[in-house]
């Protein structure tokens, strides 16, 4: 018979900006919210809050399957309201109940929240209710984190330059040649990427200029790397006919919903590459591939709104006061420095240190 003590059983946080994203050292505030249809007593009731990001595929080899797995656990911390009756509060009355947590993302480098074909980054908000003899009430939600944005490091801001030469075979003769010019390597998402090539086509064929920006997604485990490369955008030039040389100079628009690069993860990555290539009918095309690395857009923080708390039935007294502590909080911005480990201590538990081959 299915149980309808409890119901609506949610966990919701609250939104710190226009595009509900969170980065290093941020707020999280939130509430676990639910119904419950007659009076009942709760074995235990808790929310977690934690980062990790995870790589899984499997592959064959002859007649055996071999799985590649590995994770990085950035962070955990579980806050219980309910534990085991200790608190002497563990009966719940009919009627709506809310209880408020707050959080606050540790002061350390991790990578934005990401999704690809065998890998993922994700940060979550978890809540368990346990009552006796009865299955336990879940809840789960994913919070959006973006790697807080930075200045453009002068890395980014150097100009990139190559040059391409390819002597014809098969049915065609003569050469062609390209020099080619980018103004930096880092772009924000909608930003115009202006490319200048110098083409010489001293061959018996006309040839086109080609642009494509692709994607490269990078997975890490057991000394193994699993690649998944995708084109996102392509553009063609002007022709250009036997015996010319020309300048050709082309903006090409950064595709605006761009996910932002990721190279700060061990077992992961996300790249981005801008190729230039010549069209040589009958040939093989000669290409200049240069990195780029697309940054994530700044957001400004607001202060969240939140909504009244409706609970009823209890207070937890020790949450009820206004600017709570965070659980998990640091007294004052400083770099994140290892804390035990994992298995002796829930808190924030240092990175794992994991070589792979990149």
Same mark, same amino acid.
């Not at 563990?90 to 709506?96: A, K, M, Q, T």
């Not at 659980?327 to 792979?356: K, N």
């Given at each position: 018979?299915?149980?309808?003590?409890?119901?609506?059983?949610?966990?919701?946080?609250?939104?710190?900006?226009?595009?509900?994203? =969170?980065?290093?050292?941020?707020? *999280?505030?939130?509430?676990? %919210?639910?119904?419950?249809?007659?009076?009942? &007593? #709760?074995?235990? !009731?808790?929310?977690k809050f934690k980062g990790k990001a995870e790589v899984l595929w499997t592959e064959r080899h002859g007649q055996?399957?071999?799985?590649?797995?590995?994770?990085?656990?950035?962070?955990?911390?579980?806050?219980?309201f309910i534990q085991d009756g200790?608190?002497?509060?563990?009966?719940?009355?009919?009627?709506?109940?809310?209880?408020? =947590?707050?959080?606050?993302?540790? *002061?350390?480098?991790?990578? %934005?929240?990401?999704?690809?074909?065998?890998? &993922? #980054?994700?940060? !979550?908000?978890?809540t368990k209710l346990s009552r006796s003899m009865r299955l336990s009430t879940k809840d789960t939600t994913k919070i959006p984190f973006v790697t807080k944005p930075c200045d453009m490091s002068?890395?980014?801001?150097?100009?990139?330059?190559?040059?391409?030469?390819?002597?014809?075979h098969m049915f065609n003769s003569g050469t062609v040649a390209m020099d080619v010019k980018i103004e930096k390597s880092g772009f924000f998402p909608g930003e115009g990427l202006k490319i200048s090539a110098y083409i010489q086509n001293n061959s018996s064929r006309q040839i086109k200029p080609k642009y494509c920006i692709y994607r490269k997604h990078s997975f890490f485990a057991r000394g193994k790397r699993r690649l998944d490369t995708k084109d996102l955008l392509k553009e063609v030039g002007e022709p250009i006919p036997p015996s010319a040389s020309v300048t050709v100079n082309r903006v090409i628009t950064i595709p605006p919903d761009m996910e932002p690069s990721?190279?700060?993860?061990?077992?992961?990555?996300?790249?981005?590459r801008l190729r230039v290539y010549l069209d040589i009918k009958y040939d093989s095309d000669p290409q200049i591939k240069f990195p780029i690395t697309i940054l994530q857009v700044n957001q400004s923080s607001a202060v969240p709104v939140n909504r009244p708390a409706t609970s009823t039935g209890y207070e937890f007294g020790a949450f009820g006061y206004?600017?709570?502590?965070?659980?998990?909080?640091?007294?004052?911005?400083?770099?994140?420095?290892?804390?035990?480990?994992?298995?002796?201590?829930?808190?924030?538990?240092?990175?794992?240190?994991?070589?792979?081959?990149?």
């Open positions: 018979m299915l149980d309808k003590t409890i119901k609506n059983f949610n966990i919701n946080f609250n939104a710190l900006n226009a595009n509900n994203t =969170f980065s290093s050292g941020d707020l *999280l505030t939130g509430q676990i %919210s639910f119904e419950v249809a007659k009076e009942c &007593k #709760v074995e235990s !009731l808790y929310v055996s399957t071999v799985t590649y797995h590995s994770k990085n656990k950035y962070f955990s911390i579980k806050h219980y200790s608190t002497g509060k563990d009966l719940l009355y009919p009627g709506c109940h809310e209880f408020p =947590f707050n959080f606050q993302f540790p *002061l350390q480098e991790m990578p %934005s929240s990401f999704t690809g074909s065998v890998g &993922k #980054v994700v940060y !979550l908000l978890e002068e890395d980014l801001m150097i100009p990139q330059h190559n040059s391409k030469n390819k002597k014809m990721i190279l700060n993860c061990e077992i992961l990555k996300v790249e981005y206004q600017n709570p502590t965070p659980w998990g909080a640091f007294s004052t911005p400083q770099p994140f420095e290892p804390p035990p480990s994992y298995e002796d201590h829930v808190g924030y538990p240092s990175l794992m240190d994991f070589s792979s081959k990149k």
